[in-house]
DNA sequence: ATATTACTGAGACAAAGTATCGTCAATCGC
DNA sequence: GCGATTGACGATACTTTGTCTCAGTAATAT
């Protein structure tokens, strides 16, 4: 029922659970993020919030990546783009090169080779990223 | 033997290969970052060619990234790093967190699990991205 | 209702590059 | 070897993606 939250967004629960405040211009960010299902730059958001300072939303995007609920991630020439994250589970992402769009991926082989591996590397593994590149179906065909 | 060749620097030899000068200015970068074995910013370089303009700097790691002979990674926090890419065929890096050395690191097993990925995958792979991060042996002694 | 603490907006600052532009040097053609 | 051509250089301004500071404001605690 969750009937006792404050509010039904992911984003929101998960920095109240941490402590932090639930605000007005909070609700507006996480709404405008909730809003991009296929991921988003931090001045597309700033973009969608008139009247919210820049600095705010910069803040926002980081506590939202902090607590988890968020992911950010890497273009092939480093450009950031963000994702919402509601899995949980440790997973992946695909990003499309052409339009910008990220969707999850969770292999279980690749999180058993990164534990194979352990033994071959020279230290101790704290941890990794990864990226797939790919072109997604709608701009494989729009290209046709 | 090699006598032929103009220089014995593999920074300046693929440039070279590709069509693109060679400078005394270049010989002078390509020197730095082959001083550096365990990786280096683009801010080091400048730092270790006075008189050599920061652009210039920038432009040749451009050059040297673009010919494949050296590598740009991440540390978690996104800060860029780049290692030279002496061995030519396709690998990954470990970073480590605390002192910023790369170390190559080649594993079939991961190349074989992207291929077999592909199939996954909604859309085309064009690419991906992986690094590992570490503690390195050294880091881990100086921390007993 | 008030005190405390966190949050906000504006704007300066920072890191990592890129673009422009006039000057200079490396290579090409002879 | 010498001049012309093209590419490279340095300085500097600008861009992107953030972060920091600081004074003012809103949210929670008592």
Redesign the interface.
């Known amino acids: 029922m969750r009937s006792a939250l404050a509010t039904d967004s992911d984003l929101l629960n998960a920095i109240e659970d941490r402590g932090y405040r639930i605000t007005s211009t909070r609700r507006v960010i996480a709404g405008a993020i909730e809003e991009s299902p296929d991921g988003f730059t931090a001045e597309q958001i700033c973009g969608r919030v008139p009247g919210v300072g820049r600095a705010t939303v910069y803040r926002a995007i980081k506590l939202f990546h902090e607590v988890e609920v968020i992911c950010?991630m890497?273009l092939?020439d480093?450009a950031?783009r963000y994702a919402v994250d509601t899995g949980g589970r440790h997973h992946h992402h695909?990003i499309?090169?052409g339009c910008g769009a990220v969707?999850d991926?969770r292999?279980s082989?690749?999180e058993r080779?990164?534990k194979?591996?352990e033994a071959?590397?020279?230290?101790?593994?704290?941890?990794?990223?990864?990226?797939?590149?790919?072109?997604?179906?709608t701009?494989?065909a729009s290209a046709d």
Request: hydrophobic residues 40%; negative net charge.
């Open positions: 950010k890497a092939p480093g950031p695909t499309c090169t969707q991926f292999a082989t690749i080779v990164l194979a591996i071959d590397v020279d230290g101790q593994i704290t941890g990794h990223r990864m990226e797939i590149y790919v072109t997604c179906q701009c494989l």
